[in-house]
């Protein structure tokens, strides 16, 4: 139900009292505004995030492997993506010869092990225990050189993805058509649907058609790797639905063409609208957040060069001269909210800072239920360990 404040609180001044009303509802932009939340906002702050270390989540901190042929352009789509390489540089790198493992967590809000393989990695080699690692694994993503002869690495995509799905179904299987540079319009398609029906007819010969595959066209010279890192990401991610229907009521009550929730420091978003994303308003959000980083870092940064490019000052807004409005706002330390808006409907700029302030805190509540399990969840098992008795027979705890 729409309930429409009164004021808006930057009229009435003083924002610390309004607080509990705000929570109520979003400001109606069109008519059919929905209640955004009907309950208490506990503002939690940056702790109230998705606590990634948490041992006892690995649905928080999921595994994602990068698998592929020798020089597919794995550990090139790891450092242009989380290391910002630049991909002149990837020539140089050396070939890699055993198991990668990163940690996503310390530098960014998106949290999650990527484990890059060596190309010529042996299933039947006794040394690799396969399963252990297939068993905590959210993403599978299998990189083919599209630029290469791809017979032999639908061999060992298919190899690879029964193996995995033996060990666990509940993987995802993401199968990036790489290094599209290098090919014509119509080549990438042709080649997209070749890869995609060999594929799925090799998983069929083995009656396991119940097997999902994703296909992603990339290149690490465009947005196209961000956009489908992105995708892969977004899947692991419990609370996407949540955070989409957010940025739904978000939108269509504030006169918004399109939202992104990005991470900032890898630039991939971690939920949009459900309106349709074409790739170049995503790159004009990457853009939007490379320029806002650089100035900051620049001129944001105190005399004596402390301070943070990214802080909860962060905003900016970039006028095109197509009549559209680049805005962007800080959500948390990691996360930016990129927004497409109409100069027209950017006139009401009040009415979008209120609904962001709801937005903004409706985030923070989705994680906040997400941390009280977690907690619950730790305590739990923590209480379990106490009671079981020590070797010897006595109990930890006294009864
Ligand atoms: N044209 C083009 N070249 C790419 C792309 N991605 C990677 N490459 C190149 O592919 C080559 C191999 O990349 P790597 O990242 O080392 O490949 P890898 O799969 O990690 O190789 P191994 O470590 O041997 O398994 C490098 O010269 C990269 O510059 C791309 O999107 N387009």
Redesign the pocket.
């Given at each position: 139900m729409s309930q429409v404040p009164r004021k808006l609180p930057e009229e009435e001044g003083d924002e610390e009292e309004e607080e509990e009303e705000e929570m109520v509802g979003l400001a109606g932009y069109a008519d059919g505004a929905e209640s955004f939340s009907d309950g208490d906002a506990e503002s939690g702050g940056d702790e109230a995030f998705l606590d990634f270390n948490d041992p006892f989540s690995t649905e928080v901190k999921p595994r994602i492997l990068?698998m592929?042929?020798?020089?597919?352009?794995?550990?090139?789509?790891?450092?242009?993506v989380f290391h910002k390489m630049s991909?002149?540089?990837?020539?140089?790198?050396?070939?890699?010869?055993k198991i990668c493992r990163e940690d996503v967590s310390n530098s960014s809000f998106v949290n999650f092990q990527i484990w890059?393989?060596?190309?010529?990695i042996d299933f039947f080699d006794p040394t690799f225990d396969y399963e252990m690692i297939f068993r905590g694994t959210g993403a599978l993503i299998f990189?083919i050189?599209s630029?290469d002869d791809y017979m032999e690495a639908l061999a060992r995509l298919h190899l690879t993805v029964t193996r995995a799905y033996k060990v666990n179904p509940d993987i995802n299987f993401e199968i990036f058509i790489?290094?599209?540079?290098?090919l014509s319009d119509d080549h990438k398609i042709e080649t997209q649907r070749d890869i995609h029906q060999r594929a799925n007819d090799d998983l069929a010969d083995a009656a396991l058609e119940k097997i999902h595959l994703s296909f992603y066209l990339?290149?690490?010279?465009d947005h196209s790797?961000f956009e489908a890192f992105s995708k892969v990401v977004q899947k692991l991610i419990p609370q996407l639905p949540t955070l989409e229907n957010l940025l739904n009521i978000f939108i269509s009550n504030s006169g918004i063409e399109k939202a992104f929730l990005f991470d900032v420091v890898s630039k991939i978003y971690i939920a949009t609208d459900s309106t349709p994303v074409d790739m170049q308003t995503y790159e004009l959000c990457c853009d939007m957040i490379d320029v806002v980083i650089d100035i900051s870092c620049i001129y944001g940064l105190k005399d004596d060069g402390t301070g943070t490019p990214y802080d909860k000052e962060s905003m900016a807004i970039i006028k095109l001269n197509n009549t559209t409005v680049l805005y962007l706002k800080e959500v948390t330390k990691f996360l930016a909210l990129v927004c497409f808006v109409r100069e027209e409907s950017f006139e009401r700029k009040g009415l979008i800072d209120y609904n962001f302030h709801c937005f903004r805190k409706a985030i923070q509540e989705v994680f906040e239920v997400r941390m009280k399990v977690v907690r619950s969840r730790k305590h739990q098992s923590h209480m379990q360990k106490n009671k079981r008795p020590t070797p010897n027979g006595t109990p930890r705890m006294p009864l």
């Amino acid at each position: 139900m729409s309930q429409v404040p009164r004021k808006l609180p930057e009229e009435e001044g003083d924002e610390e009292e309004e607080e509990e009303e705000e929570m109520v509802g979003l400001a109606g932009y069109a008519d059919g505004a929905e209640s955004f939340s009907d309950g208490d906002a506990e503002s939690g702050g940056d702790e109230a995030f998705l606590d990634f270390n948490d041992p006892f989540s690995t649905e928080v901190k999921p595994r994602i492997l990068l698998m592929g042929l020798r020089r597919s352009g794995k550990s090139s789509i790891q450092k242009v993506v989380f290391h910002k390489m630049s991909p002149n540089e990837t020539l140089f790198l050396e070939s890699t010869n055993k198991i990668c493992r990163e940690d996503v967590s310390n530098s960014s809000f998106v949290n999650f092990q990527i484990w890059d393989f060596p190309g010529q990695i042996d299933f039947f080699d006794p040394t690799f225990d396969y399963e252990m690692i297939f068993r905590g694994t959210g993403a599978l993503i299998f990189v083919i050189d599209s630029q290469d002869d791809y017979m032999e690495a639908l061999a060992r995509l298919h190899l690879t993805v029964t193996r995995a799905y033996k060990v666990n179904p509940d993987i995802n299987f993401e199968i990036f058509i790489h290094k599209v540079d290098g090919l014509s319009d119509d080549h990438k398609i042709e080649t997209q649907r070749d890869i995609h029906q060999r594929a799925n007819d090799d998983l069929a010969d083995a009656a396991l058609e119940k097997i999902h595959l994703s296909f992603y066209l990339t290149s690490i010279y465009d947005h196209s790797i961000f956009e489908a890192f992105s995708k892969v990401v977004q899947k692991l991610i419990p609370q996407l639905p949540t955070l989409e229907n957010l940025l739904n009521i978000f939108i269509s009550n504030s006169g918004i063409e399109k939202a992104f929730l990005f991470d900032v420091v890898s630039k991939i978003y971690i939920a949009t609208d459900s309106t349709p994303v074409d790739m170049q308003t995503y790159e004009l959000c990457c853009d939007m957040i490379d320029v806002v980083i650089d100035i900051s870092c620049i001129y944001g940064l105190k005399d004596d060069g402390t301070g943070t490019p990214y802080d909860k000052e962060s905003m900016a807004i970039i006028k095109l001269n197509n009549t559209t409005v680049l805005y962007l706002k800080e959500v948390t330390k990691f996360l930016a909210l990129v927004c497409f808006v109409r100069e027209e409907s950017f006139e009401r700029k009040g009415l979008i800072d209120y609904n962001f302030h709801c937005f903004r805190k409706a985030i923070q509540e989705v994680f906040e239920v997400r941390m009280k399990v977690v907690r619950s969840r730790k305590h739990q098992s923590h209480m379990q360990k106490n009671k079981r008795p020590t070797p010897n027979g006595t109990p930890r705890m006294p009864l």
